[in-house]
């Protein structure tokens, strides 16, 4: 596949899923107000329009097909309506049609073959059609389409005769096809040109049109034929698309519509051209005037673009180098040479200056990756609506801070964590109607997805108001499967909450769709770790169950504590520390496996050895003579030692090589590295990682 093959490909996936994701937003507001108002019938219909069209230019036959049936079911729906009977049925088969749309995308994405034998679901379309407009007896005609959208047969025509369809579409700006088109009654003309790198123009066209046409009586447009036929995008980017309306008001309720969308560059009105008994009536000494005196193009203004799709890479390649140019200039001003040379104030504020303008950079580069949690948020809905469907539950979903904004990595990475607490809270949590109204509650259950940002990270919630977490349970299943490490009593509800996060513990004996196979929170665990975050658990016996994901706005850049042992540097992020202090020797203390621990404010904690951990040669291994950090997450607390404080500093986040992997660095506590000013590397801790290995 050729470079532009590859660049389509990635626009058509991705504007795709965004279809698909609108679609199944609109099914969702439509199932809960039991109807299909008619600006919803009009979007799906355009939806499943723009993705027939899309497909086919793409040769995706199986995406297509069925784009084109429920095209053809909601042509129907539009022009006819549909009976309250149907509602609930026509639902389930959009959400089915929508399902099929996006297995088939994500084949697309992964290079699959697509499905050939789709000529079941093809027919239990059509016979639905056919149940919803009465006539089981023949097929029922689909309504008209879009305002001179080509017949099918027209369209294989064109598909087959692209040449032809380009002459004519590059004859556009005649005056003879101008006025054609005033004569058939569509006298006032815009010509519109779109950005010359947007891809598949013609589609970009389409989508326009597709717009325009919820506003406007009457319209035409050239090329007639973007949709279908690939030619027509180079003819688009180089001549412009030209759009015919036919009043002056049509044209008026166009304009807004052109100059907010997203790719339009820049667009011009045609001063209508006179009609030949007009041109009669109108001759001069010289003869009749020259149609292109009255042509004239009255050019807008270039449209100011308020949004541009960029590739995740290229944004992770930016974040890079904008690391490394963080590191080059702190390289520079700390540079002990020019330190000695002893240089003047100038240096200095030229330094300051330096420093000011990389954080801004930095700040902004940051900035552009930050995109609103609420594309993961709003999946949830579906979850909920299918699995109360397939569980006989009634459950509703509460989104709050859906506009917090994370890194974009990071929201791909918990969009799978949050839909297994989701589908936990559905399965385990809320209860039946029968179970809910026997307990005194409301029969519709609760399931609260929160996101909140509290400086460096974003702390993210999945509530429900179901029948909590049995305690005793847990504890039991942990005692036979030998995990108790003390006496049972002694054991906090906190404590026991956490070995739901342990690899292989469930409390469910009935393996079913959605949970029992032993993999599970442990999972969820292992990926939000991943990412530098922290998992915690609480719940209320009868109440309902809260789970908590504390993880940091971005993975790249961190306010880290360097300290050293021996001559190995290492930095802690400066969330994990909760207080550093010198300690003495008769400070130190045994527990009854005889591990360090040391008195903090009156309460023991376990002491790490640095120098011991990762086995360095150190002078520092008196407790008086270094330094005692304590540091803690969510569920644990403890003291690391080690020789000294070198200070705080903003680091750059560097990803260890693959082939560290085999030495499980991560697991002993290792999350990565960075590159300090002098050009030495500093290890990156990993608190939690850290005492586990310990």
């Not at 950005?195 to 090329?223: C, G, H, K, T, W």
């Amino acid at each position: 596949m050729d470079n532009g093959m590859e660049s389509m490909l990635d626009v058509f996936l991705f504007e795709t899923d965004d279809l698909l994701e609108h679609l199944d937003d609109i099914l969702l507001a439509c199932e809960k107000n039991k109807n299909f108002d008619q600006d919803s019938i009009n979007e799906i219909f355009r939806i499943m329009h723009t993705i027939k069209g899309s497909s086919a230019m793409m040769q995706f036959n199986s995406l297509t097909v069925i784009a084109h049936k429920m095209e053809d079911l909601f042509s129907f729906v539009r022009e006819k309506g549909v009976a309250k009977d149907f509602i609930e049925d026509l639902i389930d088969l959009m959400f089915r049609s929508s399902d099929f749309l996006k297995a088939e995308t994500e084949k697309v994405r992964g290079g699959q073959p697509l499905t050939t034998d789709i000529g079941t679901f093809e027919q239990e379309i059509n016979d639905f059609l056919k149940k919803i407009s009465g006539n089981s007896g023949s097929e029922p005609a689909s309504a008209p389409a879009a305002a001179s959208a080509p017949a099918p047969e027209k369209a294989a025509e064109d598909q087959a005769a692209p040449e032809a369809a380009q002459q004519s579409a590059e004859h556009i700006a005649d005056d003879s096809v101008l006025k054609q088109e005033t004569e058939k009654g569509f006298p006032f003309a815009v010509r519109v040109y779109f950005d010359e790198e947007a891809q598949m123009a013609n589609l970009r066209a389409f989508m326009l049109v597709n717009d325009i046409q919820d506003v406007v009586n009457s319209l035409e447009y050239s090329p007639n034929d973007i949709e279908t036929n690939p030619a027509t995008a180079n003819v688009v980017i180089r001549d412009g698309f030209f759009l015919f309306f036919a009043s002056k008001e049509d044209l008026n309720k166009a304009l807004p519509v052109i100059e907010h969308f997203t790719y339009t560059k820049n667009y011009s009105e045609i001063t209508p051209l006179p009609t030949a008994a007009a041109t009669d009536d109108k001759k001069t000494d010289a003869g009749v005037k020259n149609p292109q005196q009255n042509a004239a193009m009255q050019v807008r203004a270039p449209v100011k673009q308020s949004l541009i799709n960029v590739n995740l890479s290229k944004l992770d390649n930016l974040m890079d180098l904008m690391g490394e140019i963080v590191i080059t200039e702190s390289m520079v001003t700390s540079n002990p040479t020019l330190q000695e040379a002893g240089l003047d104030n100038n240096f200095t504020k030229a330094s300051r200056q330096l420093r000011k303008l990389t954080d801004e950079l930095q700040e902004i580069v940051m900035s552009i990756r930050m995109v609103p949690i609420s594309t993961v948020f709003q999946k949830m809905n579906r979850i909920v609506r299918d699995m109360s469907k397939k569980l006989e539950k009634d459950a509703q979903l509460v989104l709050i801070g859906e506009e917090t904004e994370v890194d974009k990595t990071i929201v791909d990475s918990i969009s799978d964590p949050i839909m297994h607490l989701v589908r936990n809270s559905m399965d385990h949590g809320i209860e039946s109607k029968a179970e809910r109204i026997k307990a005194g509650k409301p029969e519709v259950g609760t399931i609260t997805l929160s996101a909140q940002n509290t400086g460096g990270d974003i702390l993210i919630s999945v509530t429900d108001d179901g029948a909590g977490i049995n305690r005793d349970a847990v504890l039991n299943k942990a005692q036979k499967k030998g995990m108790l490490t003390k006496p049972a009593g002694e054991y906090t509800d906190q404590e026991i909450y956490q070995f739901l996060l342990m690899p292989g513990f469930s409390t469910n004996e009935v393996v079913t769709e959605f949970s029992g196979r032993g993999v599970g929170m442990d999972v969820v665990k292992e990926n939000v770790e991943k990412i530098g975050g922290e998992v915690s658990i609480d719940s209320t016996p009868g109440q309902g169950t809260k789970t908590t994901f504390k993880i940091p706005l971005t993975l790249a850049i961190i306010n880290g504590m360097k300290i050293s042992v021996g001559d190995t540097m290492f930095t802690i992020p400066i969330k994990n520390i909760r207080q550093s202090f010198k300690a003495s020797d008769d400070s130190i203390m045994y527990d009854t496996d005889m591990h360090e621990i040391i008195m903090v404010r009156d309460k023991y904690y376990p002491l790490v050895r640095l120098h011991k951990s990762y086995k360095i040669d150190t002078e520092v291994t008196d407790i008086a003579n270094g330094i005692v950090i304590l540091v803690g997450t969510h569920d644990n607390a403890y003291c690391i030692f080690a020789d000294a404080l070198l200070g705080e500093q903003q680091v750059v986040v560097k990803t260890l090589p693959t082939y560290l992997n085999q030495f499980r660095v991560r697991k002993s506590g290792i999350d990565g590295c960075a590159i300090l000013g002098d050009g030495s590397i500093s290890l990156i801790l990993n608190v939690q990682n850290l005492y586990n290995d310990n």
